[in-house]
């Protein structure tokens, strides 16, 4: 799975839901764990997790598609987007900083 997420031009994510604050499907953190150009439909809360340019953002079906056709055809752009979602995963995203974050929100001390 890593390699195909990696190795397309652009990975489409929408999330099962998009009107409930900071739910975001597993996809969504797969996508810059395997360093993918994720075209994202946003949601509450979804540039607190990954920054516009980490991922790329839309609202309405007719903008992906914009985006998507942008990016199939920029390659230095969309290769851009891959590394900076990678890195920025790896530094945010990992299994402990995503634990510690569980412990603060229930308020237990890690």
Known sequence: MA???HSSDCCLDISHFWDIDGYASGRYFYTGGFGACSI???FPGC???YPEG???Y???ADEAV???KYYQTHKKER???KLVAFEHNKKYHSFQNRFIEIFK???IKP
Do not use: C, D, G, S
């Open 79 to 81: 290769e851009k987007v």
């Open 58 to 60: 839309f609202n309405e």
């Open 3 to 5: 390699a195909i997420y």
């Open 105 to 107: 929100k229930l308020n």
């Open 66 to 68: 914009e985006k998507i």
């Open 54 to 56: 980490t991922k790329i």
């Open 40 to 42: 994202t439909k946003r």
């Open 47 to 49: 540039e607190e997790l």
